[in-house]
């Protein structure tokens, strides 16, 4: 059974800093692209950054150059390391798996993250 558990949300301060966890179980070796998307209230999901299986990332436009994504494949966690955080990074925040062969999405539940002075 696929599995994605999200971890390390809180209330950080404005300019803080943040790492998110991400562990992953189910997928064997059928994952295509993970990444990280978030949600704030009364706004559309959007891509924070995603990694493929050959290695290029991308990263959303508003957060370029303030996080960083990477995978640990022995432990099968995914990580997203934030930084300079303001309040408009607040949202939860979500893993996401997408197999190639199946077409399918993944989500886990979902961490807060809340930016605050």
């Known amino acids: 059974q696929e599995q994605l558990v999200e971890s390390g949300g809180g209330l950080v301060q404005i300019g803080g800093s943040l790492r998110l966890s991400c562990a992953y179980s189910?997928?064997?070796?059928?994952?295509?692209?993970m990444g990280w998307y978030r949600q704030a209230p009364g706004k559309q999901r959007e891509l924070v950054a995603s990694?493929?299986?050959?290695?290029?990332?991308n990263y959303g436009e508003s957060v370029k150059g303030r996080v960083t994504i990477s995978r640990d494949y022995a432990k099968n966690i995914l990580y997203l390391e934030m930084n300079s955080l303001t309040p408009e990074d607040t949202a939860v925040y979500y893993c996401?798996?997408?197999?190639?062969?199946?077409?399918?999405?993944?989500w886990g539940q979902g961490t807060q993250v809340t930016v605050s002075s």
């Open positions: 990694l493929f299986r050959d290695g290029n990332i």
């Open positions: 996401n798996a997408f197999r190639l062969n199946t077409q399918q999405n993944y």
């Open positions: 189910g997928f064997s070796f059928s994952i295509f692209r």
